[in-house]
């Protein structure tokens, strides 16, 4: 079995509820082997990850297989310009050290909610100017709420992501990085996601990733 070695760079919302090892428990759950690390600041968008430079230590470090990038939701037209130029930037060191390059596309704040096409195609040029992966987590989201608006995606401030917003970005992640559907995960105690609900919640990443994602 290949073990996968995951670097995630990103904010907040990426690091909330420990979203990356809660992609390593389901690749463990599935009888996969996978290793995660962050490279994560509150806050930060890729150019402040560039200028820190901690992100790029360890890309340079070598040793992945893939790298995540991922900043806010960039919908405004100079947002998704900052967000494709910092990916290309980003691109060149992470094929340097053997890696491929992967977007993790988020979501709208409430306040934006309208905003979702915008910030998925941002991600989606992203992914498309270096070839990379995307991980579609914004629109699995509106997959789940379309199947039920009550599902509390967002925390409070109506930005971060609540454990079962998290939980769901994993599951996308998890189906795109192996190529496979995450429904019918075993799953038990790897989140606190009611049990319930789970099957919603993979089904929705399911559906997201057939329509948006890239492998």
């Not at 306040?111 to 629109?139: C, H, I, K, N, Q």
């Amino acid at each position: 079995m290949k073990r996968l070695r995951v670097l995630f760079v990103g904010c907040s919302l990426t690091y909330s509820n420990d979203m990356p090892t809660v992609v390593q428990a389901l690749a463990r759950s599935a009888g996969e082997s996978l290793e995660v690390a962050q490279a994560t600041r509150g806050g930060a968008s890729l150019a402040d990850h560039w200028k820190h430079g901690g992100a790029l230590s360890k890309i340079k470090a070598g040793g992945w297989d893939v790298v995540v990038l991922q900043q806010g939701p960039s919908s405004t037209p100079e947002n998704r310009q900052n967000l494709r130029h910092w990916t290309r930037r980003f691109a060149e060191p992470i094929r340097k050290a053997g890696a491929r390059p992967a977007l993790n596309m988020v979501w709208p704040s409430l306040d934006r909610f309208r905003y979702f096409d915008e910030v998925r195609d941002s991600y989606t040029l992203a992914a498309e100017d270096v070839d990379g992966m995307l991980f579609p987590g914004g629109e699995a989201w509106r997959a789940v709420l379309r199947r039920d608006p009550k599902v509390a995606l967002y925390r409070r401030d109506g930005l971060h992501p609540s454990p079962t917003g998290s939980f769901t970005v994993a599951l996308s992640i998890f189906g795109i990085l192996y190529g496979r559907s995450p429904v019918g995960l075993p799953v038990r105690n790897l989140a606190k996601v009611p049990p319930a609900l789970t099957p919603l919640l993979q089904e929705a990443a399911a559906e997201a990733n057939e329509q948006f994602g890239k492998r």
